[in-house]
């Protein structure tokens, strides 16, 4: 019922930036925590940064400095900039978000189809 799309990944060279994007569409009847993960090439998938529906943030301690996340209730999206791109930002980004579809079902975990960010000159 719910669909996570992101965009904006791609090719992006050492020191740019990129910026992405994850639109939430479908019934939605709210929208909580909102986060960004990452699977590089044989690694586990981990937590880049996570922002409440009401804007704190978290970021994880490889994140802290370069990337920024932010929220835009009134269009359901997440986004992530990435500044000052390095090689290990190379991976697969998926937006994930805490939705509740209907008020009398509890709030589920969606995840998006992920997008490829590759850092390379």
């Known amino acids: 019922q719910v669909q996570l799309v992101e965009s904006g990944g791609g090719l992006g060279q050492p020191g740019g930036s990129l910026r992405l994007s994850c639109a939430a569409s479908?019934?939605?009847?709210?929208?909580?925590?909102m986060a960004w993960y990452r699977q590089a090439p044989g690694e586990q998938r981990e937590l880049v940064a996570r922002i409440t529906n009401d804007g704190t943030t978290t970021y994880s301690g490889s994140a802290q400095g370069r990337f920024t996340i932010s929220r835009d209730n009134a269009k359901n999206t997440v986004y992530l900039q990435i500044n000052s791109l390095k090689a290990e930002d190379t991976a697969v980004y998926y937006c994930n978000a805490v939705v509740q579809y209907i008020h009398y079902r509890p709030p589920i975990a969606c995840w998006g189809q992920g997008t490829q960010v590759t850092v390379s000159s």
């Open positions: 479908g019934s939605i009847f709210a929208i909580y925590d």
